[in-house]
Each structure stands twice: as C-alpha cells, then as structure tokens.
C-alpha cells in the first residue's frame, strides 16, 4: 500500500479567464501556478485550498481529451489526483490488483510532476491521476 | 470574501460496499465516518485524505438525486465541498453576486453539518456545496 494525499481536483472549463475571475469573485481566490500542458493538451489553473488545489483545464483545442470531454458531458469535474511519493510503486500496486490503467507508465505533467492516470473502469467511474510531486 | 477549506469531493456509486472495498484495495483507506442521510436519499461514507474526505454516495432508491445522477451520467465525480466559518454569510455573498443556488437557506446534512448547495451553472458546471461543520 501506498501513502498519498489529495493533490489537486480538476474541473474542466471552456474558457479559463472567465473560471478564473468567477471563482475569484464567488469563492475569493486567485491562482496560484498557471501552465500550458502542451502533451495533455490543456492550459491549467491551480488555485490553493487548504491542502490541496482546485484545478482548472481549458483544452487548448477541441480534439484534445478535456476537449472531447466537455463535448460529450459538458464543463464540470474532470478527474481527481492523488499525491503518492512513490508512483512507481503506487503503479506497480495498481497493476497487481489488475486496475486498467491509462498510462502503463509514468509521464511527465505539469511543474515537472511524474504523473499516471488510471481509468475510471478501475474505481467507480471516477478518472483518478496519481501524482509524485518533483520537488 | 469568505475564508474556506476543502472539506470533501463527493463520488456517486452504485453500491458503497464495492467502491469501499475497492478504494481499500487500491488506494488503502477505509471510511471514517458512515452515515445515511435520509434527507439527501443517500448512504454515504467519508475516507481522510489529507486535510479533506472522499466522500461515496450510493443513493437510497433511483428516485433521488444522486440516483437520478446516476442514471443519466453513470457513476464518477458529482460535487465539491467548501467548508466555511460562516454559511450564512457566504450564502449572502453568493446571492450578492447573482449567483444560482439549489438551497437559499442552509439545511442539515451529514455529521449535522449545516450545508448549502450551489447551483452548477453558477460555477462553470460544476456543483458545489458549502459546509459548516458543527463541531
């Protein structure tokens, strides 16, 4: 088993300026990093709460997967991550437990993190990314 | 502007005994606290994760919201919690700034939170509930 904690909650938008000014002005508070994720196709947002961060994704074109999400079920929560401080082995867990995996092995996501999703057939319909943090 | 936290993110299920079992399995926690809440037609548990829960829901019959939930979009993600100081005040900044919400007037929830739903299309699609706990 793996020790790990809540990194981040990920809601996909169509327009991050907009997500970003309301939730600023509904739930005051600003990002705190902001990223193009080229190879995940999406601009992201991470706002600061408690713990953890909200994560905001605009696909950066619409046949990217956050694109394609917001086609089929429109704007809303997208996936949940994990922080684990061994992904390699949170991986290697998953994959004796016979979870389907998106990513088979770790790639690089945004601030440099070793990141892997892991399909929403696996737990419950909820799309979940693992995270080992870079730093 | 109100000060706030991340008290949980909400994942609809069909069957909590499974999705426990599982996200034991796979992620090694159990719940802490479990609860039907009759008013909200679900039975849910809540697992730490860091400073915040993930909270399962299974609904109590088809005929719920998260039932209803279920059935149109299958299972996944379906809120996220802010917990605040002060409910009431937060509710009046919301309605301040024109925002949607499913409850104009706090309710009790589970743990005997004092809680608030917020409309999705007051936040990019997403649901969100406001928590103040009674603690």
Redesign the interface.
């Known amino acids: 088993?793996?020790a790990?904690?809540?990194d981040h909650?990920a809601?996909?938008?169509?327009d991050l300026e907009?997500?970003l000014d309301?939730?600023d002005?509904?739930?005051?508070a600003k990002a705190m990093y902001r990223e193009v994720v080229s190879e995940q196709g999406v601009e992201e947002a991470m706002i600061a709460?408690?713990?953890?961060f909200?994560q905001?994704l605009q696909p950066l074109h619409p046949d990217t997967p956050v694109g394609r999400f917001i086609e089929s079920?429109?704007?809303?929560?997208?996936?949940?991550a994990?922080?684990v401080a061994d992904i390699d082995a949170a991986l290697a867990?998953?994959k004796a437990?016979g979870?389907r995996l998106v990513d088979e092995e770790p790639r690089v996501g945004g601030r440099g993190a070793r990141i892997a999703f892991?399909h929403?057939k696996?737990?419950?319909?909820?799309?979940v990314e693992l995270v080992e943090s870079s730093s």
Do not use: K, Q
């Open positions: 088993m793996f790990y904690n809540l909650v809601l996909a938008v169509r907009t997500a309301d939730y002005r509904l739930f005051g709460v408690g713990g953890s909200v905001l079920r429109g704007e809303g929560m997208h996936h949940i994990f922080a867990h998953l437990e979870s892991v929403p696996a737990f419950a319909g909820t799309l």
